[in-house]
T-cell receptor
Framework: AQSVTQLDSQVPVFEEAPVELRCNYSSSVSVYLFWYVQYPNQGLQLLLKYLSGSTLVKGINGFEAEFNKSQTSFHLRKPSVHISDTAEYFCAVSDRRSDYKLSFGAGTTVTVRA | DTGVSQDPRHKITKRGQNVTFRCDPISEHNRLYWYRQTLGQGPEFLTYFQNEAQLEKSRLLSDRFSAERPKGSFSTLEIQRTEQGDSAMYLC??????????????FGPGTRLTVL
């Protein structure tokens, strides 16, 4: 069975500073990895996804993530955050054996301060 | 695309009442998923459909929960005899079809249920 661990529940950061959100997964088969963002009182929006190929994935709003198979990680980064990046971020995993159902981590709340 | 829509956005009900939520997926999306999200947690998978066929329902939280997608378009999630522990955000997502390149799930805004 798949599982996802987001290592930080809350990440405070100053505006224009870099941020990294950590995600580790466990699965016995090849996985597909996703980062979603959830703004207050809204649904989830896809930031980026890793399916295959290059391990560095670029997404929307200046975010990127790196797939590391040996460390079973998929950490999300942004070099310079804005106030508008304040939101909750979810890492998720799926695989063909689970018929692509998503398993989510518990989320990381990012609060950007001026 | 108009995106995934859900109705209502908020529902307040008294314990013991039945509630029904509706999800309209992106048109031509064959797959539809229901998730539940409680405070401070990530979404938890409940059930999903391929067209009108319900592929898995074992993860529905109890026999008080049921879902339908009668014509392969919109779906409904019903909770009978609601309990306070049912208070949560119920999220719907849709995807084009099964397959690693096509199964990206797009989420609706959710229905927030409060059971008093």
């Amino acid at each position: 069975a798949q599982s996802v661990t987001q290592l930080d529940s809350q990440v405070p950061v100053f505006e224009e500073a870099p941020v990294e959100l950590r995600c580790n997964y466990s699965s016995s088969v090849s996985v597909y990895l996703f980062w979603y963002v959830q703004y207050p009182n809204q649904g989830l929006q896809l930031l980026l996804k890793y399916l295959s190929g290059s391990t560095l994935v670029k997404g929307i709003n200046g975010f990127e993530a790196e797939f590391n198979k040996s460390q079973t990680s998929f950490h999300l980064r942004k070099p310079s955050v804005h106030i508008s990046d304040t939101a909750e971020y979810f890492c998720a995993v799926s695989d063909r054996r689970s018929d692509y159902k998503l398993s989510f981590g518990a989320g990381t709340t990012v609060t950007v301060r001026a | 695309d108009t995106g995934v829509s859900q109705d209502p956005r908020h529902k307040i009900t008294k314990r013991g009442q039945n509630v029904t939520f509706r999800c309209d997926p992106i048109s031509e999306h064959n797959r539809l998923y229901w998730y539940r999200q409680t405070l401070g947690q990530g979404p938890e998978f409940l059930t999903y459909f391929q067209n009108e066929a319900q592929l898995e329902k074992s993860r529905l939280l109890s026999d008080r929960f049921s879902a339908e997608r009668p014509k392969g378009s919109f779906s409904t999630l019903e909770i009978q005899r609601t309990e306070q522990g049912d208070s949560a955000m119920y999220l719907c997502a849709s995807s084009l079809e099964a397959g690693v390149l096509t199964d990206t799930q797009y989420f609706g805004p959710g229905t927030r249920l409060t059971v008093l």
